[in-house]
C-alpha cells in the first residue's frame, strides 16, 4: 500500500473517531446528561499476573479508593485463577484505604495463571461485583504490569483503557 493511500486511511479513522464520539456526546445531551455518568467505588487499578523469577507470592493486584471517602476492606474479596478460580478475603480484619489511597493485595502461596485470560473481579462486603476487568494473561516473565491509564480511569469517556508498561507499584499510572 503506497503512503498515499496510508494518509488517507488514517484520516478516515481519526475522521470516524471524532464522528463517534460526537455521536455519543449527542446522545448524552439529548438525554439530559452534560458528561458520561460513571459510578466512583473502589477499583482495580494495576495488575501484576508475572513477575521475574518465581511468582508466590509476589503477584499482586493495586487497588485504589477515587472516592471522597475513606474505605474499609473488611469483607472484600478479588477473584484468583489458579487449578481453579475463586475468591480471597482481601483484609481479615478493619483495613482503612483513605480517599484517594492506595491498597496493594498480594496474593498469599498462590501463582495465578500467566498464558491463559483471567478476569479480574473485585467483589463488596454485600458479595457485588463492583470491578471487572477485560481477561488478562502475561507470559513475559518481567516487571511489566497491566495498568488502567489514566490513573483510577480519572477520564470519564475513555474510564477502562488498561495497558502493559513498567510496574508503578503503590504510585500514580499516569
Sequence with gaps: MGKGRVIVMKRLMITGLLVASVVVWGAAMAAGQTEPQTERHLLINEIEINPPGV???REWVELLNPTDQAIDLLGWRISYSYRSEGYLEIAETSTI???G???VFVYP???LRNGEPHVFRLLDPEGNIVEETAPFFDERDD???WQRFPDGGDDPYFHDL???RD???NKSNS
Excluded: A, E, N, V
Design 109 to 111: 502461596g498462590l501463582r
Design 55 to 57: 511468582d508466590s507470592d
Design 143 to 145: 516487571d511489566k504490569t
Design 101 to 103: 489511597g492506595r491498597y
Design 162 to 164: 488498561w495497558f502493559m
Design 97 to 99: 484505604i483513605p480517599s
Design 167 to 169: 510496574h508503578t507499584r
